[in-house]
């Protein structure tokens, strides 16, 4: 069985930062590209950042680039996404990814899915 756990969530004001992780079970997961989606109320899903299986290519949607940072301990099997100068906008539900398939380079909504953490941005 896959298992994701994401933890890390929480209220913080604009400007400050978070650091959201996600542990993975099941298996190994150095061959399969990890990421985060998010998805706000009323609002439908969206990618927010990914790191290939390799862990050397990343992406990012254009919302969080330059503020956002993903990466990757394949050692612990673990993903971590760093969230500097958060806006009222980021405030969301995410959700940890991982691909079906290996050397997968991105990650897409049928992959597994963790159960979510809460993201909160006052202003």
């Known amino acids: 069985q896959v298992q994701l756990v994401e933890s890390g969530g929480g209220l913080v004001q604009a400007g400050g930062s978070l650091r959201l992780s996600c542990a993975a079970s099941?298996?190994?997961?150095?061959?399969?590209?990890m990421g985060w989606f998010r998805q706000a109320p009323g609002k439908e899903r969206e990618f927010v950042a990914s790191v290939d299986w390799s862990g050397v290519s990343t992406f990012y949607a254009d919302s969080v680039k330059g503020r956002f940072t993903i990466s990757r301990d394949n050692a612990k099997n673990t993903m971590s996404l760093q969230m500097n100068s958060l806006k009222p906008e980021d405030t969301a539900v995410y959700y940890c990814v991982t691909s079906r398939t290996m050397y997968s380079s991105r990650v897409r909504e049928d992959d597994y899915w963790g159960q979510g953490t809460q993201v909160t941005v006052s202003s």
């Open positions: 099941g298996r190994t997961f150095s061959l399969h590209a």
